[in-house]
C-alpha cells in the first residue's frame, strides 16, 4: 500500500491506522530490504529504483495468494453468457473502447456489452456495491475513497479551436488567457468534481467560465467549427477530433497537469474470476495504445504503477 500510494498518510486513511504506526512500518522495511523504498521529491514522495522494482514482484505474490483462497469460482470467457456493465468517461469512446470490445469479443463472443456514461458518485457507489456496474474507467482527479484502482495512463493536455479561432496561431495559451476565454464542457457544472479540468482548477482555487456544456463529446466539435468556444482535453482524443473537422490544438496551460485515466472497480468483484479476467484486458488495451502512439510520437505514457491494484 505504501508504494502504490506514495503516501504514508493515504496508507494511513486506507488502512485505519494512525500515521506514526504507518511511518514505524515504513522504517521496518525500509531495514528488511535496505533501502528507503519512498524518498520525498519536493512535496510529495516518489519510489525508489529498489522500490518500483518491488512493487509488480509483490504484487504478483498477493495476487497469486488471492486466487489461492479464493472460493472455487466457475468463469470461463469461451462459454459465459454474463453482461458486462462498464462505465466510462465519454473521450474513451473512439480510441478506447472499441479495442476493448474487439478483445472481449473475441474471447467471450457470447457475453453482452452494456457501456454507459458517468453518473453521480452516489449512483456509482450504489452501482458497484450491488454488481448491477462492473467496471468504471475515468479520468477525473480526485479518486472515491472506498474503491479499489488501478492507473492505466496519462496524457498530456491540449486546447481544441476553429481554425480561424483569434488565438488559433498561438502555440500554447497560459493559465491567465486561459481562464479569460468561453469554454465548451461535456462536465456539468454541478459535478465539476469529477471533470479533470474543472476539479483541477478547483485544487487551485480557479474556476473557468463553462459558456456551454454537452451531454456527449462527440456535440463538441459541430459547435467548435461554429463558435470561439475552447474544448481542452486529453491529446489522443483531441487528435481524434483534428484529424475530421477543421480544427487546431494549442497546448494547455502545464497548471492544469497530464490527465490521467484510471480503472476502478469495488472490494465485492476484487477476487472474482470474471473481474481479474476484465481487467487483465482493459490494462492490455492501454499499454496497446500507450505504444501505438509512441510509433506515432504522440505524448502518451502507461501511468506509474499501472500493474498495481490499490485498495
Same mark, same amino acid.
Given at each position: 500500500?505504501?508504494?502504490?500510494?506514495?503516501?504514508?498518510?493515504?496508507?494511513?486513511?486506507?488502512?485505519?491506522?494512525?500515521?506514526?504506526?504507518?511511518?514505524?512500518?515504513?522504517k521496518r522495511l525500509r531495514d528488511i530490504f535496505s533501502d528507503p523504498l519512498l524518498v520525498r521529491s519536493g512535496t510529495h514522495m516518489v519510489m525508489t529504483e529498489r522500490g518500483a522494482a518491488l512493487l509488480p514482484v509483490i504484487t504478483q505474490i498477493l495476487d497469486e495468494i488471492s486466487l489461492a483462497v479464493a472460493p472455487g469460482e466457475v468463469f470461463?470467457?469461451?462459454?459465459?453468457?454474463?453482461?458486462?456493465?462498464?462505465?466510462?468517461?465519454?473521450?474513451?469512446?473512439?480510441?478506447?473502447?472499441?479495442?476493448?470490445?474487439?478483445?472481449?469479443?473475441?474471447?467471450?463472443?457470447?457475453?453482452?456489452?452494456?457501456?454507459?456514461?458517468?453518473?453521480?458518485?452516489?449512483?456509482?457507489?450504489?452501482?458497484?456495491?450491488?454488481?448491477?456496474?462492473? &467496471? /468504471?474507467?475515468?479520468?477525473? %482527479?480526485?479518486?472515491?475513497? *472506498?474503491? !479499489? $484502482?488501478?492507473? @492505466?495512463?496519462?496524457?498530456?493536455?491540449?486546447?481544441?479551436?476553429?481554425?480561424?479561432?483569434?488565438?488559433?496561431?498561438?502555440?500554447?495559451?497560459?493559465?491567465?488567457?486561459?481562464?479569460?476565454?468561453?469554454?465548451?464542457?461535456?462536465?456539468?457544472?454541478?459535478?465539476?468534481?469529477?471533470?479533470?479540468?474543472?476539479?483541477?482548477?478547483?485544487?487551485?482555487?480557479?474556476?473557468?467560465?463553462?459558456?456551454?456544456?454537452?451531454?456527449?463529446?462527440?456535440?463538441?466539435?459541430?459547435?467548435?467549427?461554429?463558435?470561439?468556444?475552447?474544448?481542452?482535453?486529453?491529446?489522443?482524443?483531441?487528435?481524434?477530433?483534428?484529424?475530421?473537422?477543421? &480544427? /487546431?490544438?494549442?497546448?494547455? %496551460?502545464?497548471?492544469?497537469? *497530464?490527465? !490521467? $485515466?484510471?480503472? @476502478?472497480?469495488?472490494?465485492?468483484?476484487?477476487?472474482?474470476?470474471?473481474?481479474?479476467?476484465?481487467?487483465?484486458?482493459?490494462?492490455?488495451?492501454?499499454?496497446?495504445?500507450?505504444?501505438?502512439?509512441?510509433?506515432?510520437?504522440?505524448?502518451?505514457?502507461?501511468?506509474?504503477?499501472?500493474?498495481?491494484?490499490?485498495?
Amino acid at each position: 500500500m505504501l508504494l502504490t500510494s506514495c503516501s504514508v498518510s493515504r496508507t494511513a486513511d486506507l488502512l485505519a491506522l494512525s500515521q506514526p504506526s504507518v511511518s514505524a512500518s515504513l522504517k521496518r522495511l525500509r531495514d528488511i530490504f535496505s533501502d528507503p523504498l519512498l524518498v520525498r521529491s519536493g512535496t510529495h514522495m516518489v519510489m525508489t529504483e529498489r522500490g518500483a522494482a518491488l512493487l509488480p514482484v509483490i504484487t504478483q505474490i498477493l495476487d497469486e495468494i488471492s486466487l489461492a483462497v479464493a472460493p472455487g469460482e466457475v468463469f470461463d470467457p469461451a462459454s459465459s453468457q454474463r453482461r458486462l456493465r462498464i462505465v466510462a468517461a465519454n473521450c474513451f469512446a473512439p480510441f478506447f473502447l472499441p479495442r476493448l470490445s474487439e478483445l472481449i469479443r473475441n474471447a467471450a463472443p457470447r457475453i453482452v456489452i452494456d457501456y454507459c456514461s458517468m453518473e453521480p458518485e452516489s449512483e456509482l457507489m450504489n452501482g458497484l456495491e450491488g454488481g448491477e456496474i462492473d &467496471l /468504471v474507467i475515468g479520468n477525473w %482527479p480526485a479518486l472515491p475513497e *472506498r474503491l !479499489r $484502482f488501478t492507473p @492505466l495512463l496519462t496524457a498530456e493536455i491540449v486546447c481544441v479551436v476553429r481554425i480561424g479561432h483569434p488565438l488559433a496561431q498561438v502555440r500554447a495559451l497560459d493559465l491567465k488567457t486561459y481562464l479569460t476565454l468561453d469554454h465548451i464542457s461535456p462536465t456539468p457544472w454541478s459535478v465539476a468534481a469529477w471533470s479533470p479540468i474543472d476539479g483541477r482548477l478547483r485544487e487551485l482555487h480557479l474556476q473557468r467560465r463553462i459558456a456551454v456544456s454537452v451531454p456527449e463529446y462527440t456535440i463538441a466539435p459541430s459547435m467548435l467549427a461554429r463558435t470561439d468556444l475552447v474544448f481542452t482535453t486529453g491529446r489522443p482524443f483531441a487528435q481524434h477530433l483534428a484529424s475530421s473537422m477543421p &480544427l /487546431v490544438l494549442l497546448a494547455a %496551460p502545464p497548471e492544469l497537469g *497530464r490527465m !490521467r $485515466f484510471h480503472m @476502478l472497480w469495488h472490494e465485492r468483484s476484487h477476487n472474482s474470476r470474471q473481474g481479474r479476467w476484465l481487467r487483465d484486458i482493459v490494462r492490455r488495451v492501454a499499454r496497446e495504445i500507450v505504444r501505438f502512439n509512441g510509433l506515432a510520437g504522440q505524448s502518451l505514457e502507461v501511468a506509474e504503477m499501472e500493474t498495481a491494484e490499490i485498495g
